[in-house]
């Protein structure tokens, strides 16, 4: 694929803009830049991992003899 250098100039002229509308947003709202990503895992996917990692251990020293 041919890459023009007007449209190399293009993508990082929206990158800049998007950077920058981004850090205005920041500068804006400081409280939303404290907020961190959180993940709950529910109680049967937890349930589930270990029932996986248990069965795969089993397996894997089944195999091993």
Same mark, same amino acid.
């Not at 449209?7 to 998007?18: A, C, F, K, N, P």
């Given at each position: 694929?041919?890459?023009?250098?007007?449209?190399?100039?293009?993508?990082?002229?929206?990158?800049?803009?998007?950077?920058?509308?981004?850090?205005? @947003? !920041?500068? /804006? #709202?400081?409280?939303?830049?404290?907020?961190?990503?959180?993940?709950? %895992? @529910? !109680?049967? /996917? #937890?349930?589930?991992?270990?029932?996986?990692?248990?069965?795969?251990? %089993?397996?894997?020293?089944? #195999?091993?003899?």
């Amino acid at each position: 694929m041919v890459k023009f250098p007007f449209q190399i100039g293009e993508v990082t002229s929206l990158h800049h803009r998007v950077l920058k509308s981004k850090d205005l @947003s !920041v500068e /804006a #709202k400081p409280e939303t830049a404290e907020l961190k990503d959180m993940i709950n %895992v @529910s !109680v049967a /996917a #937890k349930r589930q991992n270990i029932l996986e990692g248990t069965q795969s251990a %089993v397996l894997n020293h089944i #195999k091993a003899k």
